[in-house]
């Protein structure tokens, strides 16, 4: 099999890699986006990032198992999954976690941005706390900590960590002086894509 032919299986199973083939072989990310369902935009791809997108139930195992095959043992700084309300029920699955749990730094965080429907319900029919009872299941049966959730905009937003961190009992103020710049501004992008996939929904057709 060439390279460009294994570039376009993946990028069919929906993991998105490095385009050099030799590159590719020490490609080691640091951050992983799983995106489930349909999204109206691609997040930036960087050498330390791996993004996956899961728009149906048939592809998330083989999505998954292909993916941890990119990831090393305590590696990950952190996991963003992103999808919207309708794809709680249909394409979320605590294997998400489990796959990715090893890879993940204790202490580092993951998150869950659940998404409205659209930009013209986000205020009206906002995401609420029982919409998610299940990601909260499996974030528990999975073996990561819950540390706040939060609704922002008409999205909720779950942030779990991993155990085994430095200092698992210090409190917020301590939290808040380990953010480096670098996961800062990494927050901050995420927060415009959300916003973008927003966007793009209030003013684009609704591809649910």
């Known amino acids: 099999m060439t390279d460009e032919t294994k570039e376009e299986k993946d990028h069919e199973s929906g993991i998105d890699t490095k385009e050099d083939g030799d590159d590719n072989a020490d490609f080691t990310p640091t951050t992983v986006v799983v995106m489930l369902g349909s999204m109206n935009f691609e997040p930036v791809t960087s050498v330390d990032i791996l993004s996956l997108k899961i728009q149906n139930l048939e592809e998330r195992s083989e999505v998954l198992e292909k993916a941890s095959k990119d990831v090393k043992s305590n590696s990950l700084e952190s996991l963003h999954i992103l999808l919207k309300s309708s794809s709680v029920s249909t394409l979320f699955d605590e294997s998400i976690f489990t796959t990715f749990f090893d890879a993940i730094i204790p202490g580092k965080e993951v998150v869950v941005h659940v998404l409205p429907e659209s ?16 990601i909260r299941m499996g974030i528990v049966m ?7 959730e939060q609704e922002h905009e008409g999205c909720w937003i779950l942030t779990a960590t991993k155990p085994g961190g430095a200092d698992e009992t210090s409190d917020e103020e301590d939290a ?7 996961e800062k501004q990494e927050e901050e992008e995420f927060r415009k ?16």
């Open 119 to 134: 930009a013209a319900l986000a205020e009206d029919m906002a995401v609420q706390a029982g919409d998610v009872d299940s």
């Open 176 to 182: 808040e002086e380990g953010i480096t710049d670098t």
């Open 193 to 208: 894509l959300i916003d973008k996939e927003l966007d793009n929904c209030g003013s684009g057709e609704d591809r649910t």
């Open 142 to 148: 999975s073996g990561l900590l819950l540390q706040v």
